[in-house]
Nanobody, 116 residues
Framework: VQLQASGGGLVQAGGSLRLSCAAS????????AGWYRQAPGKQRDFVAS???????YYAGSVKGRFTISRDNAKNTVYLQMDTLKPEDTAVYYC???????????WGQGTQVTVSS
């Protein structure tokens, strides 16, 4: 399974970006998909996830500003990020966990930089 993330960039505070992560293979539709982020010098933190049934979960710091969604026909998970803040600056990684939870796949990361 390979994950290809895209959509990062430089944006001013208050702006928006949409990240995409396309997965290869046939397991995406039965997997939980999520986004994590890692700022310089910090650990990788959970941002949001969406189950195969469409249930969504968010970190408190992004709830109400970010929206995760998925398109199983395109094997793609999205992260719509609105009202961005400088503290959202990080490398964002997509992740999928197939049903059973025994495996874990990561994308290569995409840089998001929010200027004040």
């Amino acid at each position: 399974v390979q994950l290809q993330a895209s959509g990062g960039g430089l944006v001013q505070a208050g702006g928006s970006l949409r990240l995409s992560c396309a997965a290869s293979g046939s397991i995406f539709s039965t997997s939980t998909a999520g986004w994590y982020r890692q700022a310089p010098g910090k650990q990788r933190d959970f941002v949001a996830s969406i189950t195969r049934y469409g249930n969504t979960y968010y970190a408190g710091s992004v709830k109400g500003r970010f929206t995760i969604s998925r398109d199983n026909a395109k094997n793609t998970v999205y992260l719509q990020m609105d009202t961005l803040k400088p503290e959202d600056t990080a490398v964002y990684y997509c992740n999928i966990v197939p049903s059973g939870g025994l495996e874990n796949y990561w994308g290569q990361g995409t840089q998001v930089t929010v200027s004040s």
